[in-house]
């Protein structure tokens, strides 16, 4: 069975660019969930679907960062413009239903320069 | 405010003996705990859950327990094998309840490392 995918894999790129990360959830999922990891603050959520509509977004830094679900199949994390501090591990995740363990991608790396 | 937490951030252990990864947590709230194991460049992968309603869940070498009137729960990994060096992150959510949520909640994870 093919995992969440998660693309590109790595990103680099300059201050004040547009940086959009991808995600496929595992088919049937229901729930999507976008994480960013770093050394600081370890590994937080940022946004959660159901069914397509965001849940919560109370973990999203701030205007910057959006993320769009416009089908069951497929998500985006976009930060525009982006900065250095916004340098992190960012992980998608999917999950069947409520009360079940999500399944994470092999995540983003990305680096602002 | 960290309301879970894995105060140990390293554990060594020789093969064959048994790892103990132990996490706390602050939010009664909680009633859903997972442990997820994480190698290198690759995603957390989900490992066992326990419910609030039990104090036990065992999985082959894994079995993690809960203590909820100490808000403390343990991760036991018996017997401990080299492949299984890597970083453990405990895991909680509150399913139930007002203000229930599927939201995870991490702790900052402990590296094991299982000497040969």
């Known amino acids: 069975d093919a995992g969440v995918i998660q693309s590109p894999r790595h990103e680099v790129t300059e201050m004040g660019q547009e940086v959009t990360l991808r995600c496929k959830p595992i088919?049937?999922?229901?729930?999507l969930f976008w994480y960013r990891q770093t050394m600081m603050r370890g590994l937080e959520l940022l946004i959660y679907?159901?069914?397509?509509?965001?849940?919560?977004d109370s973990g999203m830094p701030e205007d910057r960062f959006s993320a769009k679900m416009p089908n069951a199949s497929f998500s985006t994390l976009k930060i525009q413009p982006s900065e250095p501090r916004d340098s992190a591990v960012y992980f998608c995740?999917?999950?069947?239903?409520?009360?079940?363990?999500?399944?994470f991608g092999d995540g983003t790396r990305l680096s602002i320069l | 405010d960290q309301q879970v937490k894995q105060n140990s951030p390293s554990l060594s252990v020789q093969e064959g003996r048994i790892s103990i990864l132990n996490c706390d947590y602050t939010?009664?709230?909680?009633?859903?705990f997972l442990w997820y194991k994480k190698y290198p460049a690759e995603g957390p992968t989900f490992l066992i859950s326990i419910s609030s309603i039990k104090d036990k869940n065992e999985d082959g070498r894994f079995t993690v327990f809960l203590n909820k009137s100490a808000k403390h729960l343990s991760l036991h990994i018996v017997p401990s094998q080299p492949g299984d060096s890597a970083v453990y992150f405990c895991a909680a959510s509150a399913l139930s309840g007002g203000g229930a949520t599927n939201k995870l909640i991490f702790g900052t994870g402990t590296l094991l490392a299982v000497q040969p």
């Open positions: 679907f159901n069914n397509n509509v965001p849940i919560d």
């Open positions: 088919s049937g999922h229901d729930y």
């Open positions: 995740a999917s999950s069947p239903w409520y009360n079940q363990p999500q399944h």
């Open positions: 939010n009664s709230m909680f009633d859903y």
